[in-house]
């Protein structure tokens, strides 16, 4: 196509039919544009366009916003576009504002295909342009090297982006920071000069915003020497008062804000990413700061110094805080962990009062929904510093936080849920939590309502902080949750059921079966017979769980099982539980790690509550292949030694005496073949329980049957060499006990050829006796865990804590174990006492003498 008048104008009628709201006379325009396209862009007639003062300013526009799209760069001949880049900068910078703007995105999208491998010279005619002295030419500049660079905030890490960094670095850093200087010293020769001001200030906002594009991705070594240039220069923007600059716009922000809502980026930027360097600047900052916030309005336009980002994209951004307000609270912050959010916090900055001025204010306004990003923020502020700000003020929140749970805004009661769950979790020194059941008492209602709406608002369906916090709220209030259970327990059935057809939120889905696991224990507790009440309700939903084989959900499953049938009181258990148990014995269930710890719990709780049901079904020859299975394994040992204990306990010795001899050999092979220090532990502990069931002289024989003489090798080579490994509380009791009795009670420790032993283990039990309280439990009565300990899912075996029980003690009659063996001991003669002492070496032997004391026998 010819460059002619008439061309130009059907070119100009094109365009001015593309913005014509009837759709008859805009298509066409549009096809027209695309099909003539390629000719356009040739020979350059997009600058004569532009250039040509007959046609109209909205024309210029609608072309430069046509052609210059992302996708029409690509498509013009190589040779234009090199005649185009000699140009593009001249033409810019001598258009109209408007054109200037859309020509400076244009240069951007041809930067990114060709800058600066096929543009080198760019930066060079950028640069040349600062020494022109004409800030309308200058700002030109500065807009496009901000529309060029802009994209460093957001491209990923690569030795391609480095080095591109790095070339713009060489050649345009030292005249940004003139240029920065020089434009600063100007804001004071044309104090008075309003319209300057307008232009000099203007500059100043778009030199700040290409300063935190250059230093996003890493802090360069030219800003690093000349941090105290710019950081000064900051400083002084922080706090400059210019009325006249000012917007009267509630709504709109001014220069003057928005400078120094920028200064805020860049200060964020680098108190958040190199805040070793920036140290030395960090407390000056945070006064200017804190004057800053102290002195600003209420008015929306101060929302740019308040907030990033949320204007565009408020629930993607939901965790970005503005550079101010991130400033004031990390430099607040001196020390911080996951748990109790920041622990120590800087004297610079007074948090009540900021939180009283500028956090409870928001939460206090009536509409939840009005400024979510605020909301957010404040909510944030509260978490993170709930440690160490008043327990007056934190407590005090929790009636707004309830109230943000209606909040239409996902992240909004998103936050409020994840804050009311970390205030539930506080603790006092005296390590009980600040919030207590009946502080709650008036707010429950309010509580479990909001809690519950959320689980209904769309995007929130399975919220894992609003799970979470619904699980923390029924551990505080516990038998205060009792009278609302009866409207929260369908709710949270029904839950279930949806999440079982398709599993996708693991944390969630976690939090959910410990909630189920939580009030099964408050109901419980005090009313055993509400155990059939949850059956009930949870029996036809883990049937379609088990029927469909919903792997996700079968650990969860059998936990909850377990517990429900470790709860009932009577050995008369339901058909239901019964029709399940051969299916539990299968090989498969078992294939998956997963499912081990649950699933054998939930055996051990048939074997307690059932043995006589399983010897009625002939199950035992199953369940004995299941500990042959689990005991073959090292990672799975434990779990083996942990069902024959129950085994041993609760069959009769009749039952088991044909099938002893064979679990001993299995033992022992294993051992001979492959020993680690976790299956002698357990098989110690196991030696125990077989003691106090079938007394110390069964031992002897049954193992003496095997192999004659082989107790001997056992105690040697198990229980002395290995004794002081057994860990445990209740399996440290039962071993002492146990070894106590081998000692007192069996004859054949006190003949030939097992009596040359006995001093040897006797010295080796007071030194078990001896050893540190076991630290690795948990405290029986802390049902309820703590945040670190309530990891959510994970992928091997997820624990419901708030499922576990506490394990029983077999041996509540016995206290003292030392007691225990002394009193035993004191049925031998003085005589062979004092043999036996004179073979023990101290202090071992000091310390029996203080036991056989304190039953009155005295040794010399």
């Keep these: 196509m010819e460059l002619t008048d008439d061309n130009l104008l059907t070119l100009r009628e094109y365009l001015k039919h593309t913005l014509s709201p009837d759709v008859n006379v805009r298509r066409p325009g549009e096809y027209n544009l695309f099909v003539n396209e390629n000719s356009y862009l040739k020979n350059l007639r997009i600058f004569y366009i532009i250039r040509n003062t007959c046609i109209p300013l909205f024309i210029k526009i609608v072309f430069v916003f046509t052609f210059f799209e992302e996708d029409s760069i690509d498509r013009i001949h190589a040779q234009d576009r090199e005649a185009i880049k000699k140009l593009i900068v001249n033409l810019m910078l001598h258009s109209p504002d408007s054109i200037q703007k859309q020509l400076s995105d244009a240069v951007s999208i041809v930067g990114k295909y060709d800058f600066p491998n096929k543009w080198p010279e760019l930066i060079d005619q950028m640069v040349e342009k600062f020494n022109t002295g004409d800030f309308r030419v200058i700002n030109g500049v500065l807009h496009t090297a901000h529309s060029l660079f802009k994209r460093y905030r957001y491209e990923f890490k690569s030795q391609s982006l480095w080095t591109e960094i790095k070339f713009v670095l060489d050649r345009f850093a030292k005249p940004l920071t003139d240029l920065f200087v020089a434009t600063m010293n100007l804001t004071q020769v044309h104090a008075n000069n309003v319209d300057a001001l307008i232009v000099i200030y203007s500059s100043l906002v778009i030199l700040s915003k290409v300063f935190y594009s250059l230093n996003f991705q890493d802090l360069p070594e030219f800003f690093e020497d000349n941090?105290?240039?710019?950081?000064?220069?900051?400083?002084?923007?922080?706090?400059?008062?210019?009325?006249?600059?000012?917007?009267?716009?509630?709504?709109?922000?001014?220069?003057?804000?928005?400078?120094?809502s920028q200064v805020c980026d860049n200060i964020g930027l680098y108190a958040q990413k190199y805040d070793e360097e920036f140290q030395q600047y960090l407390p000056e900052f945070v006064t200017a700061v804190w004057n800053l916030l102290t002195s600003t309005g209420q008015q929306p336009k101060y929302d740019t110094v308040m907030l990033q980002n949320y204007a565009e994209k408020p629930i993607e951004n939901w965790r970005s805080k503005d550079a101010a307000i991130y400033l004031v609270t990390s430099s607040a912050s001196k020390a911080q962990t996951q748990k109790h959010g920041v622990t120590q916090s800087s004297e610079l900055v007074p948090l009540p009062q900021f939180a009283m001025q500028h956090i409870e204010p928001e939460l206090l306004?009536?509409?939840?929904?009005?400024?979510?990003?605020?909301?957010?923020?404040?909510?944030k502020f509260l978490m993170t510093f709930r440690s160490v700000l008043p327990r007056e003020m934190i407590l005090g929140s929790l009636p707004q936080l309830i109230r943000h749970l209606n909040a239409s805004n996902i992240v909004v009661h998103t936050y409020a849920a994840c804050a009311i769950e970390k205030i539930l979790a506080m603790k006092g020194p005296d390590n009980l939590h600040l919030v207590k059941g009946n502080d709650l008492s008036q707010l429950t209602a309010d509580l479990l309502k909001g809690l519950f709406t959320c689980l209904t608002i769309p995007g929130s369906e399975e919220n894992e902080y609003v799970m979470k916090a619904i699980m923390r709220s029924f551990g505080i209030l516990q038998e205060v949750i009792v009278p609302f259970l009866a409207d929260i327990l369908p709710k949270l059935t029904e839950k279930l059921a949806i999440v079982s057809k398709n599993p996708s939120r693991p944390n969630f889905n976690h939090y959910l079966f410990e909630t189920f696991a939580l009030s099964i224990k408050i109901v419980c507790k005090t009313h055993k017979v509400a155990v059939s009440s949850f059956e009930e309700a949870l029996f036809p939903?883990?049937?379609?769980?088990?029927?469909?084989?919903?792997?996700?959900?079968?650990?969860?499953?059998?936990?909850?099982?377990?517990?429900?049938?470790?709860?009932?009181?009577?050995?008369?258990?339901?058909?239901?539980?019964?029709?399940?148990?051969?299916?539990?014995?299968?090989?498969?269930?078992?294939?998956?790690?997963?499912?081990?710890?649950?699933?054998?719990?939930?055996?051990?709780?048939?074997?307690?509550?059932s043995a006589h049901h399983i010897i009625a079904q002939d199950k035992i020859n199953g369940l004995l292949g299941v500990f042959q299975k689990?005991?073959?394994?090292?990672?799975?040992?434990?779990?083996?030694?942990?069902?024959?204990?129950?085994?041993?306990?609760?069959?009769?010795?009749?039952?088991?005496?044909?099938?002893?001899?064979?679990?001993?050999?299995?033992?022992?092979?294993?051992?001979?073949?492959?020993?680690?220090?976790?299956?002698?532990?357990?098989?110690?502990?196991?030696?125990?329980?077989?003691?106090?069931?079938?007394?110390?002289?069964?031992?002897?024989?049954?193992?003496?049957?095997?192999?004659?003489?082989?107790?001997?090798?056992?105690?040697e080579r198990v229980l002395i060499a290995d004794l002081p490994k057994v860990s445990g509380d209740i399996e440290r009791k039962v071993t002492a006990v146990a070894m106590s009795n081998l000692l007192i009670d069996c004859p054949a420790m006190l003949e030939r050829p097992y009596n040359t032993y006995y001093p040897r283990l006797l010295a080796t039990l007071v030194e078990f006796f001896e050893l540190p309280p076991d630290q690795s439990t948990l405290a029986e009565d802390n049902i309820f865990p703590e945040t670190e300990d309530m990891p959510g899912y994970q992928v091997g075996y997820s624990q419901l804590l708030c499922a576990r029980n506490p394990p029983k003690d077999p041996l509540e009659a016995v206290g003292d174990v030392r007691l225990h063996l002394a009193q035993g001991l004191a049925r031998l003669s003085p005589r062979q006492l004092l043999n036996i002492l004179d073979q023990i070496p101290e202090p071992n032997a000091n310390h029996l003498r203080s036991y056989l004391q304190t039953v009155g026998i005295t040794v010399a």
């Design 227 to 260: 941090m105290e240039v710019w950081m000064r220069n900051f400083h002084t923007l922080l706090n400059v008062n210019v009325p006249a600059l000012q917007s009267t716009d509630e709504e709109e922000a001014g220069i003057i804000e928005q400078l120094k």
């Design 630 to 715: 689990l005991i073959a394994s090292k990672a799975n040992d434990h779990e083996g030694f942990l069902l024959l204990q129950s085994i041993i306990e609760y069959f009769s010795p009749n039952v088991l005496e044909p099938f002893m001899k064979q679990i001993f050999v299995l033992l022992f092979q294993r051992l001979s073949s492959s020993k680690t220090t976790k299956f002698v532990k357990g098989l110690i502990v196991f030696f125990a329980y077989y003691i106090i069931r079938y007394g110390s002289n069964n031992l002897v024989t049954i193992i003496d049957q095997i192999q004659s003489r082989m107790f001997g090798m056992v105690i």
């Design 541 to 609: 939903i883990f049937q379609e769980i088990l029927q469909q084989d919903v792997l996700e959900f079968l650990p969860y499953v059998f936990q909850i099982l377990a517990l429900l049938l470790e709860l009932r009181t009577t050995q008369d258990i339901p058909e239901a539980y019964l029709a399940l148990f051969p299916c539990l014995l299968s090989s498969v269930l078992f294939e998956r790690q997963a499912n081990i710890h649950p699933l054998n719990r939930l055996l051990r709780a048939f074997i307690s509550h």
């Design 365 to 379: 306004k009536p509409n939840v929904n009005e400024f979510p990003v605020l909301k957010a923020d404040a909510i």
